[in-house]
């Protein structure tokens, strides 16, 4: 049974920082796409980042570049480290990941690549005071 199960979470000020983590248990990592999504209130949920594991690619929405990194380690664990958070980062923010590869997974065009994602976690909130 595949689980995603993120933590890190919480509440910063602006210009902070924070380090979301997600383990994955169920499936390898060797070859799998993993992502972060985010729901901000009022909109639909965006894509963040994803990272193949397979070709060591990450790639980026334009919101996270240059601010977001997305980490992987030998524990199955994923990671969004966070900086430079602004209030319109708030949200709640998801892991995704699936072992397969259908047409969009890990391609960058996360809104197509959204319902393609099988694993989902529960969610973690982010809250950024300004």
């Known amino acids: 049974q595949v689980k995603l199960e993120e933590s890190g979470g919480g509440s910063v000020q602006q210009g902070g920082s924070l380090r979301l983590a997600c383990g994955v248990s169920g499936f390898s990592f060797d070859s799998a796409c993993l992502a972060w999504y985010r729901q901000i209130p009022g909109k639909e949920r965006e894509g963040v980042g994803s990272i193949n594991t397979l070709a060591n690619r990450t790639r980026y929405a334009n919101s996270a570049k240059d601010r977001f990194t997305i980490s992987i380690d030998d524990k199955n664990n994923l990671y969004l480290q966070m900086n430079s958070l602004t209030p319109e980062d708030t949200g709640m923010y998801y892991c995704?990941?699936?072992?397969?590869?259908?047409?969009?997974?890990?391609?960058?065009?996360?809104?197509?690549?959204?319902?393609?994602?099988?694993?989902w976690g529960q969610g973690t909130q982010v809250t950024v005071s300004s």
């Open positions: 995704a990941a699936d072992p397969a590869f259908p047409r969009f997974i890990c391609s960058g065009d996360f809104r197509a690549a959204r319902s393609e994602y099988r694993h």
